[in-house]
T-cell receptor
């Protein structure tokens, strides 16, 4: 099925650990993004990419890294997890004026 | 900078009735897109409806329609004949160009409760 595949769905990390959230889309979308969703704050943009090899920071980039080596994949790396990074993370992709297609989200808890 | 404001944190509607969710935005651009997304308890984000700013006609999708007032920078969502399955968080979103790059901006959401 065409869409955005996001893994894992749930993850518990200890403070200081690192991990990578995976995101892949098979719709040949140029635009991909990572958001975090916290209660009462909507979705906040972490990083985004307008094509392979091109990434840029969003509203809350600190503590996260991204890369875009292919059109399909856009992984998000947490460098040293902190409790403040406990959140639900969404990957999304789109093409020009079409709305986002979202992944199913990752619930991350940092203890 | 562009902003999106949803001033109603929570709304309730009786089943089969009509409800309108409000959204205002701020931008200096003339070419942009507006969206409403639904997030049910499953957490999946679902595109409900979209509106191109250059189109004067309001978008409709079955029971969902928008009232797009470009001059007032208002983009409300009307849900007719509300159903229990409409209960969800609803997010208004703006997509426009900033420094040559498209950026999406989301509002903080409105939680819709549907009463049987």
């Amino acid at each position: 099925n065409a869409g955005v595949t996001q893994t894992p769905k749930f993850q518990v990390l200890k403070t200081g650990q690192s991990m990578t959230l995976q995101c892949a889309q098979d719709m040949n979308h140029e635009y991909m993004s990572w958001y975090r969703q916290d209660p009462g704050m909507g979705l906040r943009l972490i990083h985004y990419s307008v094509g392979a090899g091109i990434t840029d920071q969003g509203e809350v980039p600190n503590g996260y890294n991204v890369s875009r080596s292919t059109t399909e994949d856009f992984p998000l790396r947490l460098l040293s997890a902190a409790p403040s990074q406990t959140s639900v993370y969404f990957c999304a992709s789109s093409y020009l004026g079409v709305g986002y297609t979202f992944g199913s989200g990752t619930r991350l808890t940092v203890v | 900078a562009q902003t999106v404001t949803q001033s109603q944190p929570e709304m309730s509607v009786q089943e089969a009735e009509t409800v309108t969710l409000s959204c205002t935005y701020d931008t200096s651009e003339s070419d942009y897109y507006l969206f409403w997304y639904k997030q049910p308890p499953s957490r999946q984000m679902i595109l409900v409806i979209r509106q191109e700013a250059y189109k004067q006609q309001n978008a409709t999708e079955n029971r969902f329609s928008v009232n797009f007032q470009k001059a007032a920078k208002s983009f409300s969502l009307k849900i007719s004949d509300s159903q229990l399955g409409d209960a969800a968080m609803y997010f208004c979103a703006y997509k426009g160009r900033t420094s040559g790059t498209y950026k999406y901006i989301f509002g903080t959401g409105t939680r819709l409760k549907v009463l049987a």
